[in-house]
C-alpha cells in the first residue's frame, strides 16, 4: 500500500523538506553517564505508579552509544532532515558550567549528520529539565526562565555551528499542562494555576533565549514548536458549543495567542480568569518577538461537551471512528481544517510540521512488522498537509514521528510509534513496513 500525494503537490518539490524525529530523554539512555544530572524524568519514572510498568530512561534504546548506528538508519529511510534535541542535564553542571563530555557526545553526532548530508533541526528543552532546578520550583519559578538563558548560551555557541534550524522549546503545553496542571507528566504537579503560570515562564524562557540564539547562531532558523489537538463540539447545543470554545482557547489559543499577538486569549479574563498566569510589565513584548518558523505537532483531534465545574469534558466521538493503540482518534481531516483556521487567524510564519505519527499494535513477525495502520495514517495525513498548503498555508516540512520506538512518557515502553521496530532486550533495530513505505515515497519523490 504505498504513500501517495496528487501529482501537482508543492510537496513534491526539491525544497520541500521531509524528516524523522526524536527526542533526548525517550531514545538516549546512558541516564549516569559522562557526568549527566538527573532530570525530572529520571524522578518522575523513580516515583512509583507514574510510569506504566515503572519503566525508565535509564538505557531506552541506548542511543548514547548507538548513534552511528542510528544515523545510518536515517540515511537508510532516505530523509532529508532528522530532528533531535539536546539533554539540558547531559551539558551542564549544577554551577551552569559546561559538560564536556556531554557536549562532546552532541558533537560528534551533529557533526556526523552533517556530513551524510542531513538538515539538521535541534530542540533545546523537550522536557527533560534539571532536577535541581525543579528543586528550586522548577517553571513556577520565573528564575528558571533566565536559567533556561544559560542553557541556551552555551549550546548554541558550542554547537550552532552544525545546526540549520533550533527550537527553544517542544510543546509548552505539555511541559506546562501536563506536567503541572495534571501531573500527568514529570513533574507530576496537579493544580489549574500552576500549569498556567509554568506555561508563561517557558513562554517567557523562549523570548528571552531568542537574541542570545540569533547572536551566536546567525546563520540559523530559530522558532518554537507548538502542539494543537483540533476541537469540536459533542452536538449542536449551545453549552456545547461553548465548551467546545473553552477547550480550544485554553489547549491551543492559549499558546499561540502570546506568540503572535502578545496577549492571553481575552476570552479568559470573562470566562476563566483562573487560568490567567501572573504577567510583569515588559513580558508580553518578550514573549512576541518574531520568530522564523513555527513548529506544529499533531496527533488527533477531541470533543467536547459542557461541564458545570470545569467548563468542558472530553468526550467519544459518537460516529463510527478509528482509533490508534494508544486510543488517539484518527483525523486527517481534522489536521488540515487546524492549519487552515490558523492561518485565518494569524499572520504566520513558515509553518513545519515537527511531529506527526501514529502508535500502532505492532509485532515483529519473522522479522517483518506490518503495521497498515501507520501507513494509512500517514498518507491521511500528509494529504492533510497537502490540502492546507493549497488552502494558503506556508509550510516549509513535515517530520515524521518517529525515527524509532522509544520511551513514551507515562506510557513507558507500551506504547510504538517508530517507523523503526526495537527490541528493547537486544536493541535490534527492524525497519517497519511503514519506513520502507515512507523511504519509497521519498525516493518516487526525488525521480
Not at 459518537?318 to 492549519?339: K, M, Q
Amino acid at each position: 500500500m504505498p504513500i501517495n500525494l496528487p501529482a501537482n503537490s508543492k510537496m513534491l518539490n526539491q525544497d520541500f523538506i521531509f524528516g524523522v524525529a526524536t527526542a533526548a530523554f525517550q531514545i538516549e539512555g546512558a541516564a549516569q553517564s559522562d557526568n549527566r544530572l538527573p532530570s525530572i524524568w529520571d524522578t518522575f519514572c523513580a516515583t512509583p505508579g507514574k510510569v506504566k510498568g515503572m519503566d525508565n530512561g535509564d538505557i531506552a534504546c541506548d542511543h548514547y552509544h548507538l548513534w552511528e548506528q542510528d544515523i545510518q538508519l536515517i540515511k537508510q529511510l532516505k530523509v532529508d532532515a532528522y530532528r533531535l534535541s539536546i539533554a539540558w542535564p547531559r551539558v551542564m553542571d549544577k554551577e551552569g558550567k559546561a559538560n564536556q563530555a556531554g557536549l562532546d557526545f552532541y558533537r560528534r553526532l551533529l557533526k556526523k549528520l552533517k556530513d551524510e548530508g542531513l538538515t539538521v533541526f535541534v530542540t533545546l528543552y523537550h522536557w527533560d529539565l534539571p532536577q535541581h532546578l525543579e528543586d528550586k520550583g522548577g517553571w513556577l519559578n520565573r528564575e528558571t526562565a533566565y536559567q533556561f538563558t544559560k542553557y541556551a548560551d552555551l549550546v548554541t555557541k558550542e554547537l550552532g555551528e552544525w545546526v540549520d534550524s533550533w527550537a527553544t522549546f517542544n510543546e509548552p503545553f505539555c511541559a506546562a499542562f501536563l506536567g503541572y496542571e495534571l501531573g500527568i507528566h514529570a513533574p507530576g504537579l496537579n493544580k489549574p494555576e500552576y500549569g498556567r503560570q509554568a506555561a508563561h515562564h517557558i513562554l517567557l524562557a523562549h523570548g528571552l533565549a531568542l537574541p542570545i540564539i540569533r547572536k551566536n547562531a546567525p546563520k540559523s532558523q530559530v522558532g518554537i514548536v507548538l502542539n494543537m489537538n483540533r476541537s469540536y463540539a459533542a452536538s449542536e447545543k449551545t453549552e456545547d458549543q461553548f465548551a467546545c470554545l473553552v477547550r480550544e482557547t485554553l489547549d491551543n489559543q492559549f499558546f499561540i495567542e502570546p506568540l503572535m499577538k502578545g496577549q492571553y486569549p481575552q476570552l479568559l479574563k470573562t470566562v476563566a480568569p483562573q487560568y490567567l498566569p501572573t504577567v510583569l510589565p515588559g513580558d508580553m513584548d518578550i514573549i512576541s518577538q518574531p520568530i522564523d518558523f513555527l513548529g506544529m505537532n499533531f496527533y488527533t483531534c477531541n470533543h467536547n461537551a459542557f461541564d458545570a465545574d470545569n467548563l468542558f469534558k472530553n468526550v467519544k466521538n459518537h460516529r463510527s471512528v478509528e482509533y490508534t493503540d494508544i486510543g488517539w482518534e484518527i483525523a486527517p481531516h481534522a489536521f488540515a481544517e487546524l492549519l487552515v483556521n490558523l492561518h485565518k487567524q494569524y499572520t504566520l510564519p513558515p509553518i513545519y510540521i515537527t511531529e506527526n505519527g501514529a502508535a500502532c499494535a505492532d509485532q515483529l513477525i519473522d522479522g517483518d512488522v506490518n503495521d497498515e495502520q501507520r501507513i494509512r495514517y500517514l498518507e491521511g495525513h500528509l494529504n492533510a498537509v497537502h490540502q492546507a498548503i493549497e488552502s494558503g498555508v506556508d509550510i516549509r516540512g513535515y517530520f515524521a514521528w518517529s525515527l524509532m520506538d522509544n520511551f513514551e512518557w507515562a506510557e513507558g515502553y507500551s506504547k510504538r510509534f517508530g517507523l523503526t521496530y526495537v527490541d528493547y532486550q537486544t536493541q535490534k533495530r527492524t525497519i517497519k513496513r511503514s519506513g520502507y513505505e515512507y523511504r519509497d515515497f521519498l525516493n518516487s519523490r526525488k525521480g
